[in-house]
């Protein structure tokens, strides 16, 4: 059969029985997407022989692109050896034992302990097992108040979903009733007209307090945010939001979660998010990057301060999943850490790719129809608008951005779209010239948008 006669077998087959997630069932059925066979260094390829820079990352995954052999070779060994066992009933695994040593060194001091969980869904819902248990054990059982922030994103499980912000999964989810939500430090869609970065910053940080005082300090556990939300829209907080966040955390006697399934592994310039903006979580939740997403695997950092009440107490952890620091998944993640442990790939990216990257995103804030570039990073997302003073939008229903997005990607750029913004996440791997392409390919996007929607 030829290529294309595959590809048209396999797109029929997709759309006869596959759901999809995150896709409109009766569009997709219609329409039906494109079919992914092979991937080189940052490269993606549909099986009709379509070649795309990957400017995602896979899914915020991928942070060393799509050649890393180590990992091969390390998870195809362990396949070998021991393919799979669990960590239930006091056994362990050589690779789970030494990816949790290898988290712990390279995490923050006070990170001593690690949960290991398939997905960062469900090492949010570990998050709130942990915190449940935590004020449990203190005898303090009516903290159980969790507080996040309105489009943040958290996963997909019904507690993941809960705590995540997003209007449109509430909607489809009978969740749960004791998350509580504020503003999210948005400047660009959140705040007036006339608020400076700085005083929004501070002025939505502030909500926490407040919500804080109305629910009641005795009865908030923990406050759950991303560095950088990225689903959201790679939404970079202004400089004064972390540090008033990190100060209501230490003032009031609540934990502080850092989603970091995004940022973490490098993506934001650092190891963690945390530690490029300053602040010192409890729990931190990781996933994708930690094996460069070729298996599944996810998990939740433990600080002393909880790790030590969940141990000085008698009594099981009622939680875990099958594949919890599952041997294979264990083996992707310790081979992914040694790669950016033994190379500059995270300080280089930080220092030549990222002020690059940043640097060439931001000259597109001349052209017409972009009304903000914001980045941190290898992180980065620009803003369709028609007026660029009054943020006016180009279209109803994001549906510029939808056809940038998908102008991108007939130019052989995979980037996303959330709302308004077109948003990317190349692999800390890229070289300069190909993030060079990723910005050139963007901009005839971007121009062809604008002819478009006549801008
Ligand atoms: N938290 C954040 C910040 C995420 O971006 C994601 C996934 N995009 C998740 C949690 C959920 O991770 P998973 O899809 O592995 O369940």
């Known amino acids: 059969m030829n290529m294309q006669a595959t590809t048209d077998n396999l797109k029929a087959l997709d759309q006869a029985h596959h759901f999809h997630p995150f896709t409109d069932f009766h569009d997709y ?11 080189e260094h940052i490269y993606i390829y549909t099986s009709d022989g379509h070649r795309m820079l990957d400017g995602m990352s896979g899914l915020w995954c991928c942070n060393l692109g799509y050649s890393q052999q180590g990992i091969v070779d390390a998870v195809t060994a362990q396949l070998q050896n ?15 034992i030494e990816l949790a040593r290898a988290l712990v060194e390279v995490t923050e001091e006070r990170f001593n302990h690690v949960f290991f969980t398939n997905s960062g869904s469900e090492a949010n819902d570990t998050n709130l097992r942990l915190v449940n248990r935590y004020y449990q054990l203190q005898g303090r059982p009516e903290k159980k108040l969790i507080i996040s922030r309105n489009n943040a994103y958290h996963g997909s499980t019904i507690a993941a979903a809960s705590l995540g912000g997003m209007k449109g999964m509430h909607e489809q989810t009978n969740g749960l009733d004791y998350v509580h939500h504020i503003d999210q430090p948005h400047w660009f869609e959140v705040a007036g007209l006339d608020e400076t970065p700085d ?53 009031r006697d609540i934990l502080l979660i850092a989603d970091e399934v995004i940022c973490g592994f490098g993506r934001t310039g650092s190891w963690f998010g945390s530690q490029t903006f300053g ?6 939740t990781f996933a994708k990057a930690v094996t460069n997403g070729y298996q599944p695997l996810g998990g939740v950092m433990i600080s002393d301060k909880v790790a ?4 000085a107490s008698p009594g099981e952890f009622t939680h875990g999943l099958t594949y919890s ?10 081979a992914t850490l040694k790669v950016l442990r033994e190379t500059d790939i995270i300080s280089s990216a930080a220092a030549n790719l990222a002020p690059h990257l940043q640097s060439r995103l931001r000259e597109l804030e001349d052209h017409p129809i972009v009304g903000q ?12 608008v028609r007026d660029k003073s009054s943020r006016e939008r180009l279209a109803d229903k994001s549906a510029a951005a939808v056809f940038c997005r998908n102008t991108a990607n007939e130019l052989g750029l995979m980037v996303r779209q959330t709302g308004d913004a077109m948003i990317m996440a190349p692999p800390l791997v890229s070289s300069v010239a190909e993030l060079d392409d990723l910005v050139e390919m963007l901009h005839k996007a971007l121009d062809l948008t604008a002819k478009q929607f006549g801008a």
């Open 373 to 384: 570039v914001r980045g941190r990073g290898m992180f980065a997302a620009v803003e369709l």
């Open 308 to 311: 030590d009440v969940l141990l």
């Open 29 to 39: 059925a219609e329409r039906g997407g494109r079919v992914f066979s092979r991937a």
């Open 279 to 284: 602040i010192r979580p409890d729990l931190m």
């Open 82 to 96: 021991l393919p799979y066992y669990n960590n239930f009933f006091q056994c362990s695994n050589q690779p789970a």
């Open 325 to 334: 620091g599952h041997p294979t998944a264990a083996a992707a993640g310790l």
């Open 199 to 251: 005083d929004f910053g501070r002025r939505v940080a502030r909500q926490l307090e407040e919500k804080i005082d109305e629910l009641g300090e005795a009865n908030v556990a923990a406050f759950i945010a991303e560095p950088v939300q990225g689903a959201g829209g790679v939404i970079i907080p202004p400089d004064t939001y972390w540090p008033e966040i990190q100060r209501i955390c230490d003032e």
